[in-house]
């Protein structure tokens, strides 16, 4: 593969798949470049040691002179919060940051202005805190969409990985992007080497509303797409339901037709940018 090739990522709004890197290991990103992530994710927070944090700083500054990433950033009760944003404002390749451990919605709004008011800010949220704050962090001058800190917000409240469990915060957090009018909200990551579970908890959390996933390493990408993407035979219904509406001159014929016809065009569009070809 040319050293320059680097692989089409799906637009930030609708990226399903979101591989964290530890932005220390210059290997990893150059193997990340190359993968089906729908968007990479350079980590200089909890995957970097405070000692490397400078080092991991010029690793990403360098990168992003030539390629394009986004940035998850240290929180901003921090001082490396501050020493990241200088680092990073201006920098060619900067698609956005995560910011780490969200409180409040002032949080996302400071960081947005210290990086020029012109880099969206995706919040993530990892804390009891957080999780009650998503409402007005969702409407964050800034803010561009909103994430979970799942591990972290079981540290933080002491509550199991269950999927009834996490569904209170999940659930917040959907309805906080439909609030600020923002894309569905990025799941944490899964930890389990098993693809049926892992398949399994991201269908859960697409149930619930989430419509992109963090992940680790590379072999989660294929399936966490699969996952949160329409079928091809959701395609294909989507298809043949806006054929028929258009065939009829896009009259309503009853209650079920706006539903089912909002539905049918977020399939397709969907379906169009995934490239997944309907049967």
Same mark, same amino acid.
């Given at each position: 593969?040319?050293?320059?090739?680097?692989?089409?990522?799906?637009? !930030?709004? #609708?990226?399903?798949?979101?591989?964290?890197? @530890?932005?220390?290991?210059?290997?990893?990103?150059?193997?990340?470049?190359?993968?089906?992530?729908?968007?990479?994710?350079?980590?200089?927070?909890?995957?970097?040691?405070?000692?490397?944090?400078? !080092?991991?700083?010029?690793?990403?500054? @360098?990168?992003?002179?030539?390629?394009?990433?986004?940035?998850?950033?240290?929180?901003?009760?921090?001082?490396?919060?501050?020493?990241?944003?200088?680092?990073?404002?201006?920098? /060619?390749?900067? *698609?956005?940051? #995560?910011?780490?451990?969200?409180? *409040?919605?002032?949080?996302?709004?400071?960081?947005?202005?210290?990086?020029?008011?012109?880099? +969206?800010?995706?919040?993530?949220?990892?804390?009891? $805190?957080?999780?009650?704050?998503?409402?007005?962090?969702?409407?964050?001058?800034?803010?561009?969409? &909103?994430?979970?800190?799942?591990?972290?917000?079981?540290?933080?409240?002491?509550?199991?990985?269950?999927? $009834?469990?996490?569904?209170?915060?999940?659930?917040?957090?959907?309805?906080?992007?439909? #609030?600020? @009018? &923002?894309?569905? /909200?990025?799941?944490?990551?899964?930890?389990?080497?098993? +693809?049926?579970?892992?398949?399994?908890?991201?269908?859960?959390? %697409?149930?619930?509303?989430?419509?992109?996933?963090?992940?680790?390493?590379?072999?989660?990408?294929?399936?966490? @797409?699969?996952?949160?993407?329409?079928? +091809?035979?959701? %395609? =294909?219904?989507?298809?043949?339901? $806006?054929?028929?509406?258009?065939?009829?001159?896009?009259? #309503?014929?009853? =209650?079920?037709?706006?539903?089912?016809?909002?539905?049918?065009?977020?399939?397709?569009?969907?379906?169009?940018?995934?490239?997944?070809?309907?049967?």
């Amino acid at each position: 593969m040319p050293a320059n090739h680097t692989t089409r990522r799906v637009e !930030a709004t #609708i990226a399903r798949s979101w591989l964290l890197v @530890n932005a220390s290991e210059p290997g990893a990103i150059d193997r990340a470049e190359h993968c089906d992530a729908d968007q990479i994710v350079l980590d200089i927070e909890d995957a970097v040691d405070a000692s490397q944090k400078a !080092a991991a700083r010029a690793t990403v500054a @360098n990168r992003l002179e030539r390629s394009h990433a986004w940035v998850r950033i240290n929180d901003r009760t921090t001082a490396f919060w501050s020493e990241d944003l200088d680092r990073l404002r201006g920098l /060619p390749g900067l *698609s956005g940051v #995560i910011l780490a451990k969200t409180e *409040s919605a002032d949080q996302v709004t400071e960081t947005y202005d210290r990086l020029g008011g012109i880099t +969206p800010v995706l919040a993530l949220i990892e804390t009891a $805190l957080g999780i009650e704050e998503a409402p007005h962090i969702a409407r964050a001058r800034g803010v561009f969409r &909103l994430a979970f800190g799942s591990g972290d917000y079981r540290r933080d409240t002491g509550t199991s990985a269950a999927d $009834l469990a996490m569904a209170y915060p999940r659930s917040r957090l959907v309805t906080a992007s439909r #609030i600020g @009018n &923002l894309p569905g /909200p990025v799941d944490g990551p899964t930890i389990d080497d098993d +693809p049926t579970v892992l398949y399994m908890k991201t269908r859960h959390a %697409a149930e619930l509303g989430l419509t992109g996933k963090l992940c680790l390493p590379h072999n989660e990408i294929a399936t966490v @797409n699969d996952a949160l993407s329409p079928t +091809p035979d959701e %395609a =294909g219904w989507a298809r043949d339901f $806006l054929t028929d509406f258009e065939t009829r001159d896009r009259i #309503i014929r009853d =209650g079920s037709d706006l539903p089912r016809l909002g539905r049918a065009e977020r399939i397709a569009r969907l379906a169009a940018a995934y490239g997944i070809l309907p049967t």
